[in-house]
Nanobody, 115 residues
Framework: VQLVESGGGLVQPGGSLRLSCAAS????????MSWYRQAPGKERELVATIISFGGITNYADSVKGRFTISRDNAKNTVYLQMNSLKPEDTAVYYCNTRRGLTNYWGQGTQVTVSS
């Protein structure tokens, strides 16, 4: 399993970013995918999850209405569209998939929201 995130960067409050996670090494369309984030000094937290064939999604309360998770099974890629970004969204964002009790992670991409 390999997960490679991209799309992070520096953005002003109220701005938008789209993160991408390219997956390989497994049958992407068969598994749920998630985005997590970890801010300095804080625990890693679940941001959003999408099931294997899209449709059903789940979000942390802190991002509902601002973030959208989606996937393209033909491209083996999961996305996180982040709108109305706030300084408290600053964190390293990680792509995740799970097999039973085993979690697989990407290297993370830094998102910084600051004026």
């Amino acid at each position: 399993v390999q997960l490679v995130e991209s799309g992070g960067g520096l953005v002003q409050p109220g701005g938008s970013l789209r993160l991408s996670c390219a997956a390989s090494g497994f049958t992407f369309s068969s598994y749920a995918m998630s985005w997590y984030r970890q801010a300095p000094g804080k625990e890693r937290e679940l941001v959003a999850t999408i099931i294997s064939f899209g449709g059903i999604t789940n979000y942390a309360d802190s991002v509902k209405g601002r973030f959208t998770i989606s996937r393209d099974n033909a491209k083996n890629t999961v996305y996180l569209q982040m709108n109305s970004l706030k300084p408290e969204d600053t964190a390293v964002y990680y792509c995740n998939t799970r097999r039973g009790l085993t979690n697989y992670w990407g290297q993370g991409t830094q998102v910084t929201v600051s004026s």
